[in-house]
T-cell receptor, first 110, second 115 residues
Framework: EDQVTQSPEALRLQEGESSSLNCSYTVSGLRGLFWYRQDPGKGPEFLFTLYSAGEEKEKERLKATLTKKESFLHITAPKPEDSATYLCAVRAARDDKIIFGKGTRLHILP | GAVVSQHPSRVICKSGTSVKIECRSLDFQATTMFWYRQFPKQSLMLMATSNEGSKATYEQGVEKDKFLINHASLTLSTLTVTSAHPEDSSFYIC???????????FGPGTRLLVL
C-alpha cells in the first residue's frame, strides 16, 4: 500500500535554529515527491517537486532532498514567518494519485 | 502563474440544504481538477477526480450522490454538497493539474459549517 509518513508531527524552534523535517514514503513507482506549505485556514502552497534519488532543490531558507525511501526538508536559520504546516506528498505511477502525509506543524519562536 | 481560486471562502448553512462550491483555474486550462476534504490537524483526503467533459471519479467511501461534481469547462469545476448535515462540516480544497508538470496547484479552500 502506498503511504507517506511525516515526522515529527510538530516542531518548535528558536529563530535562527536550523533543523530538518522528514518524509518517509513507500510507493509503487514514484512519479514525483512534493512539498507544500499550508498556513491555517488556507490551501497548500506548492514549494518543490523532486523526481529521483539524489535530487535537491532550494528556495530561500528551504532545501529539499530525496532518497529512495525518504525526503528531507531542511530549514536554515528560520524566521517566525516560516511557521506553518509543511506537507509532503507522493504521486504513484500505478494510479497517478497524489497521497499526502499528515504534515509537520512548524513553529518558529522569535 | 498557476493560480486557482475558490468561491465562497466560507459558508454557513442549515442542515438539509445544498451548498455549491466553485473552483476556477485563473491563468491556465486544467483538464483535471481534484477535490479534497481536510479535518483539523489532519491530512488532505482526496474525494474525487474531475475531468472536463466526463464523469468524476470518486474515491472509495465518498458518496457520489451526496457530493455532486461538475467539470463543465477547462477552467471551472463545482462541488455541490447535497442535503448537508453537520458531519459534512469541513474544509474543502480543490486543486488543478496544469498538465505541464507532475504537481497540482491548490485553491485557498472553502470552510463549510452546517448547523
Amino acid at each position: 500500500e502506498d503511504q507517506v509518513t511525516q515526522s515529527p508531527e510538530a516542531l518548535r524552534l528558536q529563530e535562527g535554529e536550523s533543523s530538518s523535517l522528514n518524509c518517509s514514503y513507500t510507493v509503487s513507482g514514484l512519479r514525483g515527491l512534493f512539498w507544500y506549505r499550508q498556513d491555517p485556514g488556507k490551501g497548500p502552497e506548492f514549494l518543490f517537486t523532486l523526481y529521483s534519488a539524489g535530487e535537491e532543490k532550494e528556495k530561500e531558507r528551504l532545501k529539499a532532498t530525496l532518497t529512495k525511501k525518504e525526503s528531507f526538508l531542511h530549514i536554515t536559520a528560520p524566521k517566525p514567518e516560516d511557521s506553518a504546516t509543511y506537507l509532503c506528498a507522493v504521486r504513484a505511477a500505478r494510479d497517478d494519485k497524489i497521497i499526502f502525509g499528515k504534515g509537520t506543524r512548524l513553529h518558529i519562536l522569535p | 502563474g498557476a493560480v486557482v481560486s475558490q468561491h465562497p471562502s466560507r459558508v454557513i448553512c442549515k442542515s438539509g440544504t445544498s451548498v455549491k462550491i466553485e473552483c476556477r483555474s485563473l491563468d491556465f486550462q486544467a483538464t483535471t481538477m481534484f477535490w479534497y476534504r481536510q479535518f483539523p490537524k489532519q491530512s488532505l483526503m482526496l474525494m474525487a477526480t474531475s475531468n472536463e467533459g466526463s464523469k468524476a471519479t470518486y474515491e472509495q467511501g465518498v458518496e457520489k450522490d451526496k457530493f455532486l461534481i461538475n467539470h463543465a469547462s477547462l477552467t471551472l469545476s463545482t462541488l455541490t454538497v447535497t442535503s448537508a448535515h453537520p458531519e459534512d462540516s469541513s474544509f474543502y480544497i480543490c486543486s488543478a493539474d496544469r498538465g505541464l508538470e507532475e504537481t497540482q496547484y491548490f485553491g485557498p479552500g472553502t470552510r463549510l459549517l452546517v448547523l
